[in-house]
């Protein structure tokens, strides 16, 4: 697989190209190589028009500059109108460095967030705090059983984690964006609620946070301290319970790094 072809940051799907896209994928042309970049330069964040992933791309990523264009505009001219950036894993052109997401996928996200716009740092900034496995950023789930997290049984505590695709045969890997617009799943929102007296819940603003950021926060700080924000906000509760959290207190620099020291290299079967 070449090195331009990444997961798309909130579907977990690959934005592939053309002649790579994986048989049997329904309606996949109009929407699995078609992608919109943020990237970073010395001016700030910024947000691309949408390209295609295509073998040209290759071995950065491509789009056009304005946030209105496409790729296959008449009047688009990719040797002056376009930005290359790398993306992901790799390295950064001329110093814009980000990372790749579907058409589709963007616009649900705009959806999320409308009336107001995608706030673009921020985003930028928990993208970039987040581990890449391999190709794909690993926010500690399996983007709904699409991909699967590979044994560490026998790796070192400072080893990256690593995530495959599933078996591609039997995905049914459709269009978010047709799919969200068809249900009307996108845009329903819950009735308001009324509380008769104070919510408890509303003074922790850590439950605000998805656990994906808990945890990351939780592998900065020592045990003890986890133990004590367990005690004044039940956000925390669940941590003590994921083995991505352990795995952080043996990680090299931590509070039990001299364990592996210790102990000696894993014993291979």
């Known amino acids: 697989m070449p090195d331009t072809i990444f997961a798309c940051i909130i579907c977990g799907t690959f934005v592939y190209e053309e002649d790579t896209v994986p048989q049997g994928y329904p309606d996949a042309q109009p929407w699995l190589n078609r992608f919109r970049g943020i990237y970073q330069d010395r001016e700030g964040i910024h947000l691309t028009g949408v390209s295609r992933n295509d073998e040209n791309q290759r071995p950065e990523y491509t789009a056009p500059r304005d946030i209105h264009a496409r790729w296959e505009d008449p009047e688009y001219d990719p040797q002056n109108d376009s930005v290359r950036f790398g993306a992901m894993t790799q390295r950064s052109v001329n110093g814009?460095?980000?990372?790749?997401?579907?058409?589709?996928?963007?616009?649900?996200?705009?959806?999320?967030?409308?009336?107001?716009?995608?706030?673009?740092?921020?985003?930028?900034d928990v993208c970039l705090s987040i581990p890449i496995a391999w190709d794909v950023m690993d926010w500690d789930h399996t983007y709904g059983g699409l991909h699967q997290q590979l044994d560490l049984t026998y790796s070192f505590p400072w080893e990256p984690r690593g995530m495959v695709l599933r078996n591609e045969t039997y995905l049914e890997v459709h269009d978010p964006y047709q799919y969200f617009n068809l249900t009307g799943e996108?845009?329903?929102?819950?009735?308001?609620?009324?509380?008769?007296?104070?919510?408890?819940?509303?003074?922790?603003p850590f439950l605000k946070l998805p656990l994906e950021i808990l945890l990351k926060v939780a592998e900065e700080m020592d045990t003890s301290d986890v133990l004590r924000?367990?005690?004044?906000?039940?956000?925390?509760?669940?941590?003590?319970?994921?083995?991505?959290?352990?795995?952080?207190?043996?990680?090299?620099?931590?509070e039990r790094s001299w364990a592996q020291t210790a102990l000696g290299p894993y014993q291979r079967d």
Do not use: K
């Open 96 to 124: 814009r460095y980000g990372f790749i997401f579907h058409e589709s996928c963007w616009s649900l996200l705009e959806e999320t967030f409308a009336p107001n716009e995608v706030p673009l740092q921020r985003l930028f």
């Open 229 to 254: 924000f367990r005690l004044i906000s039940r956000s925390f509760w669940p941590i003590f319970n994921m083995q991505s959290f352990w795995l952080s207190r043996f990680r090299a620099g931590a």
């Open 186 to 204: 996108a845009t329903e929102h819950p009735p308001p609620t009324t509380l008769d007296g104070p919510s408890r819940q509303t003074q922790d």
